[in-house]
């Protein structure tokens, strides 16, 4: 309640931050994401060794304090790797996004705008991504068009925008109405400029809550595709092809330093984007007043 | 009601079309040419050219498709390259697997994330109820088969309780109920992955639906009332909370078994997950695909009942 007295004369936005910062969990996933950010950028500063250094005589050795989480199976230093790999896996969580989320919010706005047929047949188009089994797709598409990242920013892309249409259509038919919208039309505004200057704009909280929590998608995918072979390819190190070391028995069951590190790493990843999103939800939605 | 669901069912039509669309288009964008490997290498190009043009392989491709849509409905899926036998009997003997594994784990997620679900929501903001929300988001944040291979490492290898994968002890010569023993030991540690990982969501969503319903009118009247608490939550609030929830069961089938892929592949259970990663390693795109249109099928299916289930659950809901 004092939230009410204090800050009603601040902007939404402010409303927003106020209620994010007071977020435990989420300012702690975006304590976490910022780490992990800096990390991804700084590697080639801070990793102890050259990412792909192989050092023969030192493959599958356990962790010593000269290679702190220990040697792969080529003899390459696994903490030099996992801090690459946040590069790769970070960035095909960014761009996947970045793709579904350009596609998704101009799908929506065009098929809740113009209504009738064209929202029609955007709306199946939706429904039968919907019903496609998601990771099936995904590895069928990722076989046919073969491994590399960029194939895998496109899939995970190209896979992830239909919910969002979904969220977004809503948004749109329930602005569309709105004496604003109607005031822009009487001034003679085009649809495109109603759309794009006065729309979407107001459906942003939405996007942002369904971005953020795209890049944990992207960065799970990229680990399960890249696990099957079917992503990321080796030496480039992304920690879903570091886990996919463990596709070999004795590595799963004693070499844990290889597989256990890359695993945790996208949990923590993941864990700490999803409460940020959380977070997000909760501090955007202005029925909440906590 | 019963126009509802007429129109309900007929909206399946055209994405069931568009869904047989796409599978048709991946069949053509995968390489290769699957009868390269059928036909005797001693046959001259003229042959081969005859026998290719006998079964349609030079038709236009809109010719193409309603042919092949024609057989995909009698059940005809195309013949896989690899076991050399009709792909619907490849799938069949597989997806039963893939059922089992994904019911009992639904069956099992269900029982724990309901009840779960509800004392954390009438706890709100105890520690109990912050245990289970942070452990909810780990449930969704973990990669499946990393999960997966935690549970063998640690349990099946380092401790020993569970065989590491596989359907039955190879071997073992068990009959009976020895057998259904065996069999269900194999499967405890793949359900145990795929419930928990559902279990969170579930969780979730039973959470916040009980948590909306609390803040009802009618909540507080049979409070006001005098009704013991008890009866409140479980009789009044959670029969309302439940119809949500039921929806995210219907939908999760879906969701648990393209999970199951990823989980199959790390326990060797011979379904349809572990089928498709095999056959698209093997280059044998028929099976890959047939098992994606089957798939789409009762995903399709399971959202329908969902929708329908949901309509005759919420007596509120009126359709036009």
Not at chain 1, 52 to 66: A, G
Not at chain 1, 210 to 222: C, M, P
Not at chain 2, 137 to 158: E, R, T, Y
Request: some cysteine; hydrophobic content about 55%.
């Amino acid at each position: 309640m004092s939230l009410m007295t204090v800050e009603s004369g601040l902007s939404p936005w402010k409303i927003a931050t106020a209620k994010l910062k007071r977020n435990k969990l989420a300012m702690f996933g975006l304590f976490v994401i910022s780490i992990l950010v800096a990390l991804a950028i700084l590697a080639p500063v801070i990793t102890p060794y050259e990412r792909d250094r192989i050092d023969m005589f030192k493959i599958y050795e356990s962790p010593t304090s000269e290679h702190k989480l220990g040697m792969d199976e080529m003899g390459r230093d696994v903490l030099t790797r996992l801090i690459y790999g946040a590069r790769i896996s970070i960035s095909v969580g960014i761009v996947s996004t970045i793709i579904a989320v350009v596609i998704g919010v101009i799908l929506g706005a065009v098929a809740g705008y113009s209504g009738s047929i064209v929202d029609s047949i955007i709306m199946r188009i939706v429904d039968v991504f919907m019903c496609f089994p998601f990771f099936l797709i995904a590895i069928v598409i990722a076989g046919i068009l073969g491994p590399s990242i960029i194939n895998l920013m496109l899939i995970s892309g190209l896979l992830n925008w239909p919910s969002l249409t979904r969220i977004v259509r809503a948004e749109v038919l329930s602005l569309k109405h709105c004496e604003y919208i109607e005031a822009a039309k009487a001034l003679g505004l085009n649809a495109r400029k109603i759309i794009f200057k006065h729309i979407i704009p107001n459906t942003l909280a939405p996007i942002i809550v369904y971005a953020t929590l795209g890049i944990a998608r992207g960065i799970l995918i990229e680990a399960g595709l890249s696990f099957l072979g079917l992503g990321v390819e080796q030496p480039v190190p992304s920690w879903g092809n570091m886990l996919s070391a463990a596709q070999n028995f004795t590595t799963l069951t004693t070499y844990w330093w290889v597989w256990i590190p890359p695993g945790f790493m996208v949990l923590v990843t993941v864990l700490s984007i999803n409460f940020l999103g959380d977070g997000l939800r909760d501090a955007l939605d202005p029925k909440i007043i906590q | 009601m019963r126009k509802y669901l007429i129109r309900r069912i007929l909206i399946i039509i055209p994405v069931l079309f568009g869904v047989s669309i796409v599978i048709f288009a991946l069949i053509h964008l995968a390489p290769g040419d699957p009868y390269s490997s059928m036909i005797d290498p001693n046959f001259t190009a003229e042959d081969r050219r005859n026998l290719l043009e006998a079964i349609g392989y030079y038709d236009p491709l809109p010719v193409k498709y309603v042919k092949w849509l024609g057989r995909a409905i009698q059940g005809d899926l195309g013949y896989s390259i690899t076991y050399k036998e009709p792909v619907l009997s490849v799938i069949l003997r597989n997806f039963k697997n893939t059922v089992v594994l994904s019911l009992t784990a639904l069956a099992l997620s269900v029982l724990m994330a309901v009840p779960i679900g509800v004392i954390s929501a009438t706890r709100k903001n105890t520690i109990f109820d912050y245990v289970v929300t942070v452990f909810s988001f780990i449930g969704i944040s973990v990669p499946i088969f990393f999960l997966a291979m935690l549970l063998i490492k640690f349990l099946s290898f380092d401790l020993g309780l569970f065989p590491i994968s596989g359907m039955q002890t190879i071997g073992s010569g068990y009959s009976g109920f020895m057998k259904f023993l065996d069999f269900v030991h194999h499967l405890m540690l793949p359900v145990i992955a795929l419930a928990l990982v559902q279990m969170a969501q579930l969780m979730r969503y039973t959470r916040s639906s009980m948590l909306e319903v609390i803040m009802q009118d009618y909540i507080r009247t049979a409070r006001a009332k005098g009704l013991k608490e008890r009866l409140v939550i479980y009789k009044h609030a959670l029969r309302n909370a439940l119809i949500p929830v039921v929806t995210v069961i219907c939908i999760s089938i879906g969701y648990l078994m393209s999970g199951a892929v990823l989980t199959e592949t790390v326990f060797v259970w011979p379904g349809m997950g572990t089928l498709v990663y095999q056959s698209i390693l093997n280059r044998d795109y028929p099976v890959v695909v047939s098992c994606a249109l089957v798939m789409a099928f009762f995903i399709l299916i399971a959202n329908l009942i969902a929708d329908i289930l949901y309509a005759f659950i919420d007596p509120r809901i009126k359709y036009e």
